[in-house]
């Protein structure tokens, strides 16, 4: 059974940082899997805001966190990075990665069918 385990979230102010983590309990890491950090605010729908393909390390974004957010991965311990700079209140949302192990040549991860999922760490931002 895939489990994937986030840390990493907390309160912090307008424009601080924050890195969650997220370690996947799978072996090996294969170069074709893709991991995707999600977020849901409150009372709103859950939305993609990165993703990386894990063999080629290609990222993707979404709008509102180009250039604000990093992510990353480190394959030898199965573990993704999400680099939060500058930091909005309309970042507060409970965070979640997500792993997509399913056999494919893309690189592309952001719109993948993500069906193996953590349970989130929050991250809440004052202003």
């Known amino acids: 059974q895939v489990q994937l385990v986030e840390s990493g979230g907390g309160s912090v102010q307008a424009g601080g940082s924050l890195r969650l983590s997220c370690v996947a309990s799978?072996?090996?890491?294969?170069?074709?899997?893709?991991v995707a950090w999600f977020r849901q605010p409150p009372e709103k729908e859950r939305e993609a805001v990165a993703a990386?393909?894990?063999?080629?390390?290609?990222?993707s974004y979404a709008d509102s966190v180009k250039g604000r957010f990093t992510v990353s991965r480190d394959i030898p311990t199965n573990t993704s990075y999400l680099q939060m700079d500058d930091l909005e209140p309309e970042d507060t949302a409970r965070y979640y990665c997500?792993?997509?192990?399913?056999?494919?040549?893309?690189?592309?991860?952001?719109?993948?069918?993500?069906?193996?999922w953590g349970r989130g760490t929050q991250v809440t931002v004052s202003s």
């Open positions: 997500a792993l997509d192990m399913s056999y494919s040549t893309s690189t592309a991860c952001l719109d993948r069918k993500y069906i193996h």
């Open positions: 799978v072996s090996p890491f294969h170069n074709y899997y893709c």
């Open positions: 990386v393909h894990v063999g080629s390390g290609r990222t």
